[in-house]
């Protein structure tokens, strides 16, 4: 996984709620089977007619925010389908952290697991950044993820992250490797808890 | 003073330590054709194997056609797919039910049928539905392609502790009102999002009431009002519905297991973080009218002329243009093209029983093209035998084998563009079905009927022709 340490950048805003992984990734770009190369067909039917023009309104088609790194959302971003293709393609297209009033568990999860930075703020000051993000010359973002802080123009905030996930981000550590290395707790549950409830072998 | 989730939790603590999301041991992996090649790929490059092959099951669902299934797949990169997990299952030593064999179905049907789905189980899949085995009194949630590979090399995830939320639903479910109703009822009250964080565990006479298929329908739902994993106590019904499945167990370890899983249920007097109050008896049949679950109205109602107090006015507004609705619409005024009566949330044998006594000697309307997919070959097997299937096919249905199909329409079952739907599925995002495709989400019972009338309809008002 690609470590997180600090990422400046432009901010892009979707200004809605409830956007789901099927808008994220829409599921006929799920019977690849690599994990990489989504990035283009993110949010395809946001981004694109039917007969593959642009969408010239949606705000990640504005060349004003080509470079955009952070995604700014409404609440419960990430909603619907476990699939991880929907952080695949966040990263894939060029974005390193999301930020949003809330996300949805799952999508929080997966983002983790592969370097994207979710990151949750108060509604109120999710809306500033999202209207500072939508003036002239738009919004740069500073996030810290050592000192858990977010700044720009305006904003200085700090946000919350479990103490296990922020390590594992900054240091780049795939929870498998660790989770071996309790191997003997793994055999010892084996060996003497799993009789306690199960009752047939498959 | 436990909860029916914290016992399965203390039960399968492998590791737990100060600052650390605690080590949880998973009983049953079910994998399926989509979110399965990328994991066993990271096992390839790390020279990993499954720690436990044999509770792993794959099946094929998503991707694969429910029609010509004996001709090669039409499309070239589904078919790539199943061809993928194929070899991944020979490499790996996990057994798959593929589409030659009559227990492939929808992973989340097949798992509960073959008795894999036990009580005080955890249960993981790459599919966020895999909160309909919790209607087991199971643990089961949906995860990420990243955590299947975790599984797959450890059969444990590190996971934190989710909160408690106890829905509890009061007095009787009343005629023509169904487990669906009652869970797009609790997605309306509590939001998309009101169950993130939870684990919900549903209780009360109307869930002690309901059969395991309704249980599986509301437990399935349960991800769509934001809580990964829905539970209900198992009893009775529970066991009497595992008995004798092959995977079950048997004999003596059968009277162990029943002996256990009664110890299970929620003691009285533990505490929740939060309590939801339903009351079955004022339902009546739902049916959504935006692009989010939680966005739904009786069928006596009308579509809202504002957004609900706290919803997001932008998401209504879009909703509304999106599915081509007014304002103060009545929903019996709206007409649809398609019926879609299958995926994991209502295909099971139960549902397929309420859309037949509601289609039995009637006729799907002209302007109407309607499809019934069983949740598994043996649910097909079994409504054939039962008469099901020509109820159907005399009514103007098309059945088909099982899959997923035009719940996510990721093989060739989809919505046309503008194209309006009465679906028995779980989710009407935009585009969910097709590009463009309009969503209700609705009951079996209300599908058939909207897919003989051409338009919602009140099905407890139905003219039942037995």
């Not at chain 1, 996300?103 to 930075?117: E, M, P, R, Y």
């Not at chain 2, 989400?441 to 309809?457: D, R």
Request: net charge negative.
């Amino acid at each position: 996984m690609r470590p997180f340490d600090r990422h400046t950048g432009k901010a892009v805003a979707i200004d809605l709620a409830n956007i789901d992984t099927d808008q994220i990734i829409p599921k006929q770009f799920l019977k690849r089977i690599e994990r990489t190369g989504y990035g283009q067909f993110l949010f395809n039917d946001w981004r694109f007619n039917s007969d593959g023009s642009i969408q010239e309104d949606f705000p990640l088609n504005d060349p004003a925010y080509s470079e955009a790194s952070i995604l700014i959302t409404g609440a419960n971003f990430g909603c619907g389908s476990s699939r991880e293709h929907a952080p695949w393609s966040i990263l894939d297209h060029g974005f390193r952290a999301v930020i949003a009033p809330s996300f949805a568990d799952i999508f929080h999860n997966n983002s983790l697991k592969n370097g994207l930075l979710p990151i949750t703020l108060p509604d109120d000051v999710v809306d500033r950044l999202i209207d500072s993000s939508k003036q002239p010359g738009g919004l740069e973002i500073s996030i810290d993820l050592e000192e858990q802080s977010v700044k720009g123009k305006d904003v200085d905030e700090k946000f919350e992250i479990s103490a296990f996930a922020k390590f594992s981000l900054l240091n780049g550590l795939d929870d498998i490797g660790l989770t071996l290395q309790h191997e003997v707790d793994i055999e010892r549950f084996e060996r003497n808890s799993v009789s306690l409830y199960r009752f047939s072998t498959f | 003073m436990r909860t029916l989730y914290d016992k399965i939790w203390e039960a399968h603590l492998v590791r737990q330590k100060e600052g650390e999301p605690a080590l949880l041991y998973i009983d049953l992996h079910l994998i399926h054709e989509v979110t399965s090649p990328q994991a066993f790929e990271g096992l390839r490059i790390n020279s990993r194997k499954l720690r436990r092959p044999e509770l792993t099951f794959a099946t094929v669902d998503h991707a694969i056609p429910t029609i010509g299934r004996d001709l090669p797949f039409n499309d070239p990169i589904a078919w790539k797919q199943v061809e993928t997990l194929r070899q991944n299952c020979r490499d790996f030593g996990v057994r798959l039910y593929d589409m030659d064999r009559k227990e492939q179905g929808i992973v989340h049907v097949f798992g509960p049928e073959q008795g894999l789905t036990q009580p005080g189980f955890t249960v993981v899949c790459g599919d966020s539905h895999t909160s309909t085995h919790g209607a087991f009194g199971a643990l089961a949630f949906g995860i990420g392609t990243s955590e299947v590979e975790h599984v797959f090399a450890t059969q444990t995830l590190p996971q934190t502790k989710a909160k408690n939320l106890l829905i509890n639903v009061k007095g009787e479910l009343p005629f023509g009102v169904t487990a669906k109703d009652l869970i797009l009822a609790i997605i309306n009250k509590i939001g998309t999002s009101g169950g993130t964080g939870y684990v919900i565990e549903y209780a009360g006479d109307a869930i002690k009431g309901l059969s395991m298929e309704g249980r599986m329908t509301v437990c399935n739902m349960t991800i769509e009002g934001g809580a990964r994993a829905g539970l209900i106590a198992p009893d009775e019904t529970t066991f009497t519905y595992l008995k004798g499945r092959k995977f079950a167990p048997e004999g003596d370890g059968w009277e162990k297991a029943v002996e256990y899983w009664r110890t299970l249920p929620t003691d009285k007097g533990a505490a929740f973080d939060r309590t939801v109050e339903i009351d079955a008896s004022s339902l009546a049949p739902f049916v959504t009218w935006g692009t989010s679950p939680e966005m739904s109205a009786m069928i006596t109602d009308r579509v809202p002329d504002a957004p609900p107090p706290g919803r997001d006015p932008h998401s209504f507004s879009k909703a509304l243009e999106y599915m081509g609705l007014e304002p103060s619409q009545p929903i019996q005024q709206i007409a649809i093209d398609r019926a879609f009566i299958g995926s994991c949330t209502n295909s099971r044998i139960e549902d397929l029983r309420e859309a037949a006594s509601v289609a039995k000697g009637h006729k799907v309307a002209g302007s109407v093209s309607a499809m019934v997919v069983p949740g598994s070959m043996k649910i097909k097997e079994q409504a054939e035998a039962e008469g099901l299937a020509e109820i159907f096919t005399n009514a103007g249905f098309e059945w088909r084998d099982a899959g997923c199909s035009m719940c996510l329409a990721m093989n060739e079952d989809v919505l046309s563009e503008g194209e309006r739907c009465a679906s028995t599925s779980n989710r009407n995002f935009e585009g969910r079905q097709g590009r463009g495709g309009r969503t209700h989400l609705v009951s079996p019972s209300m599908a058939a009927a909207a897919a003989i009338a051409g338009h919602f309809v009140d099905v407890r008002n139905w003219e039942f022709r037995n």
